[in-house]
């Protein structure tokens, strides 16, 4: 008799789990909940049955992505502040870096050009050999390939600058509306 009081006064103190099992029946346990529910949540109450804490359910896959795309959203919003204190700062640093831009495909541009001289140069010279009856020295030959692979490379290199270009005026198209968003400000 004294041992099963004892048990009754041992299972009357603690806390008290609460899930919900596969068949959709509440359980309470004074023992924990068993691993296969603990993801799905669930209850510890007290000796007088008060909730004193709730463990969620794990969130879903969705909402684990959710939670991912939200923490990048903040830490970008973040760095943004940082980088920027005003949507002015944001246009500023546009047109700076378009400048830049601007500025190496001015230079490749000038470079293609003096190329095209130089090919233009090299073959009005093979021209004259072929009009005198001789053959094109196989330098000269050697030198307007190697012109025109140089041109072909920096055509590639200036339609790559044109795209950058077109990918930093959408990006700072974007920075400055989420730092205006984020500021307040209607501009």
């Not at 299972?11 to 691993?35: C, E, Q, S, W």
């Not at 109450?45 to 959203?73: D, F, H, M, S, Y």
């Not at 073959?123 to 000269?140: I, T």
Request: glycine content about 8%.
């Amino acid at each position: 008799m004294v041992l099963l009081g004892l048990l009754g006064a041992d299972l009357a103190f603690g806390d008290l789990y609460r899930y919900v099992d596969d068949k959709g029946v509440v359980v309470l346990d004074r023992h924990g909940v068993p691993p296969q529910y603990i993801g799905k949540g669930y209850e510890v109450l007290n000796e007088q049955g008060r909730v004193i804490r709730v463990v969620r359910a794990a969130p879903t896959a969705k909402e684990r992505q959710q939670l991912l795309e939200a923490e990048a959203r903040a830490s970008s919003d973040m760095q943004l502040l940082r980088l920027y204190a005003s949507v002015q700062d944001v246009e500023r640093a546009k047109k700076r870096k378009l400048a830049e831009l601007d500025g190496v495909i001015g230079i490749s541009r000038g470079n293609l050009q003096a190329l095209r001289t130089q090919q233009d140069n090299l073959q009005s010279q093979a021209a004259n050999h072929e009009r005198a009856g001789r053959a094109v020295p196989e330098q000269l030959l050697t030198q307007i390939g190697n012109l025109n692979r140089e041109q072909a490379s920096l055509q590639r290199d200036i339609e790559r600058y044109l795209r950058v270009r077109q990918e930093a005026e959408r990006n700072f198209g974007r920075d400055q509306a989420r730092v205006a968003e984020l500021l307040g400000s209607t501009q």
